[in-house]
């Protein structure tokens, strides 16, 4: 039988827990977590403030490609 994965967070005291399958490994640093440290914030994720400054990248351009300008009056 395989030895089950173990959470991977690097903190003191160690957590022994097992990683979860499905959603346990972490998009960014591609580790594998319990499920009380699975989420970035959790595990203090190094890729975390890369993957918010391309969050707000995307969100920006997407704003901006949505602006309405309104189109100018003709004064009388």
């Given at each position: ?10 903190s ?12 346990g ?6 580790a ?7 989420m ?6 190094q ?15 997407k704003?901006?490609s ?11």
């Amino acid at each position: 039988m395989a030895v089950k994965k173990r959470c991977q967070i690097q903190s003191e005291p160690r957590c022994n827990s097992a990683a979860l399958r499905l959603v346990g490994q972490c998009p960014h640093c591609r580790a594998e977590f319990c499920g009380a440290h699975r989420m970035p914030e959790h595990h203090n994720c190094q890729n975390l403030e890369s993957c918010r400054q391309q969050a707000f990248e995307k969100n920006k351009a997407k704003l901006e490609s949505e602006r309405t300008v309104s189109p100018k009056m003709a004064v009388a």
